[in-house]
């Protein structure tokens, strides 16, 4: 096995977990608290090595960068672990990650970097098809009860890729004229921040909750997703798009959602029925035609349990 194909199942693997970690983060602390101290610890770390590598600078238009960090960094994890805690770690994982490359086609169809032929169409289809499937189980329908919480988790989640993906057909400029590792740094400097003021406005977070990141398994599960799904899963990736292109580092969205599908109902006792398996399986095929769908060059936006790999979440 080649050293790039042990790298890909590293990441896959990592991203894959990440969904654990979170999941049990936002049983012990505030998700927005979470999610800016995350990057607390992580844009420093980012910017240092962007330094390292010669491309700190700032590029471009400044405004784009803040708009976009306020996408892929604020809106995208504010929602992303509010959704975690409440809906299974696996169904997160492929609404997440599925849903990437269809609202990619979609969002970048509104700002003139896409077009749409058939194989789109079928793919976003398919999707929703998806989608319906995964909510099946989850609405309030024909006399079935379902916890309104979880299919509103399922809806935050989504509505995080949404967020990730709009960042990223905005950040789309940016990467020509900056290192993809300065932009995600920064990025995630000015969603640390927001994230932050977000949290101490809303969450009310205080000394209580900020010691509660130091204690286990708090302090184990944000040391995971600074290290892991931040600065390893990333830095790999960045040299599977030097070494592979953005298809083949991008088919990490077919490998994680079913690591985390597993991890969930092996770690973490949930449950995982045929509607689920045929939702995902559905969605899966939705991102596949979605990622084969000829456009112009552009890596794959990474999940949202990842940084933003801009660009490219």
């Known amino acids: 096995m080649s050293r790039n194909a042990v790298l890909f199942l590293t990441m896959s693997v990592v991203w894959g977990f990440t969904w654990i970690p979170s999941k049990i983060a936002m049983d012990h602390s505030p998700p927005l608290l979470f999610a800016a101290v995350r990057y607390i610890i992580a844009a420093p770390l980012m910017l240092i090595m962007a330094h390292m590598m010669g491309g700190l600078a700032i590029k471009g238009n400044p405004g784009r960068l803040v708009i976009s960090a306020l996408l892929v960094n604020t809106g995208c994890y504010a929602l992303l ?8 770690t696996g169904l997160a994982a492929i609404v ?3 849903t990437i490359p269809l609202f990619s ?6 700002h003139g970097d896409e077009t749409i032929d058939r194989r789109k169409i079928a793919a976003i289809a398919l999707g929703a098809v998806g989608l319906a499937l995964l909510y099946a189980r989850r609405l309030p329908v024909a006399g079935h009860t379902a916890d309104p919480s979880e299919a509103l988790g399922l809806a935050a989640v989504l509505g995080a890729s949404v967020c990730y993906c709009w960042g990223a057909v905005i950040s789309r400029p940016l990467t020509r004229v ?15 921040l927001t994230l932050l003021i977000l949290s101490l ?30 600065l390893l899963g990333y830095l790999i990736y960045l040299r599977l798009l030097r070494d592979w292109g953005p298809f083949r580092a991008g088919l990490y969205a077919f490998v994680s959602p079913a690591i985390a599908v597993i991890a969930g109902v092996v770690f973490m006792g949930e449950t995982f029925g045929w509607q689920e398996a045929a939702g995902g399986l559905v969605m899966f095929t ?15 936006p990474a999940p949202a349990s990842a940084p933003p790999p801009l660009r490219a979440e």
């Open 81 to 88: 672990y509010w959704g975690i805690h409440r809906t299974p």
């Open 201 to 230: 406005s809303f969450e009310q977070a205080g000394m209580a909750e900020l010691k509660e990141l130091a204690r286990w398994p708090t302090n184990g599960c944000l040391a995971f997703m600074v290290i892991g799904g931040t």
């Open 105 to 110: 086609i979609l969002l970048g169809r509104l």
């Open 286 to 300: 939705a991102a596949g035609l979605a990622i084969t769908a000829r456009r112009p060059a552009a890596p794959v």
């Open 178 to 192: 900056m290192s993809p590792m300065a932009l995600a740094g920064w990025q995630s400097a000015i969603g640390a």
């Open 96 to 98: 997440n990650m599925a």
